[in-house]
């Protein structure tokens, strides 16, 4: 079994910055990718950032050069540094993450989400 919890959310002016950690816990042999989804009301959820375990990134056009993912592995912890927020930037975020526990399995582990609002 594997958990991911998610912190860090909140409400932020438009223009600031969050910071949202996902930590995983549980039976864990390896931890392969860790990424970000969103999801906003109405629509559809969306990958955001992914970081491979050898530490390679992938990021959503919309959030280039605003957010950077980054993972401890140390820690089992992954993180989004989110800059330059906008108002279309608010949603719930939920952490994702690929693991191989201990006895040998492979799950793909959702977090609970954490809500981000932007104000105008």
């Known amino acids: 079994q594997v958990q991911l919890v998610e912190t860090g959310g909140g409400l932020v002016q438009a223009g600031g910055s969050k910071r949202l950690a996902c930590a995983a816990s549980?039976?864990?042999?390896?931890?392969?990718?860790m990424a970000w989804y969103r999801q906003a009301p109405g629509k559809q959820r969306e990958l955001v950032a992914r970081?491979?375990?050898?530490?390679?990134?992938n990021y959503a056009d919309s959030v280039k050069g605003r957010f950077t993912i980054s993972r401890d592995n140390t820690k089992n912890t992954v993180y989004l540094q989110m800059n330059s927020l906008k108002p279309e930037d608010t949603a719930v975020y939920y952490c994702n993450s690929a693991a191989v526990t201990i006895a040998g399995r492979y799950l793909e582990v959702w977090g609970q989400g954490t809500l981000v609002t932007v104000s105008s």
């Open positions: 549980g039976s864990i042999f390896t931890i392969n990718h």
């Open positions: 970081i491979l375990s050898g530490g390679s990134t």
